[in-house]
């Protein structure tokens, strides 16, 4: 059975910094992309960032480059976002997503497994 558990999200001040990591379980981890979307309040889920299944294409929405960078570890399993700079628009819950064979889409509905999401909290 597929998991994907997402950790690190807290309350932070504006400014500050997280790390948020994606664990990956019951799949073949280095055949899939990973994405991060995050979902606020009474809007859309939004992509954030992803890499590719290979690990060299990256993609970013332009409301977090040069804050935010992803990385991801295949001997672990693991997807670190590395979130800094923050404001109190990045509070949102933050998914994590896996796309077999994916390029890091930003499409969420081409990802097939979801995590069950972790609350980031920017206070002003």
């Known amino acids: 059975q597929v998991q994907l558990i997402e950790s690190g999200g807290r309350l932070v001040q504006t400014g500050g910094r997280l790390r948020l990591v994606c664990e990956a379980s019951?799949?073949?981890?280095?055949?899939?992309?990973v994405g991060w979307f995050r979902q606020a309040p009474g809007k859309d889920r939004d992509f954030v960032a992803a890499?590719?299944?290979?690990?060299?294409?990256?993609d970013f929405d332009d409301s977090v480059k040069g804050r935010f960078t992803i990385s991801r570890d295949n001997a672990k399993n693991t997807v670190t976002l590395h979130m800094s700079k923050l404001k109190p628009e990045d509070t949102a819950v933050y998914y994590c997503a896996a796309d077999l064979w994916g390029t890091g889409t930003k499409d969420p509905s081409q990802y097939t497994h979801w995590g069950q999401g972790t609350q980031v909290t920017v206070s002003s």
């Open positions: 890499v590719n299944w290979s690990g060299n294409r990256t």
């Open positions: 019951g799949l073949t981890f280095s055949s899939h992309a």
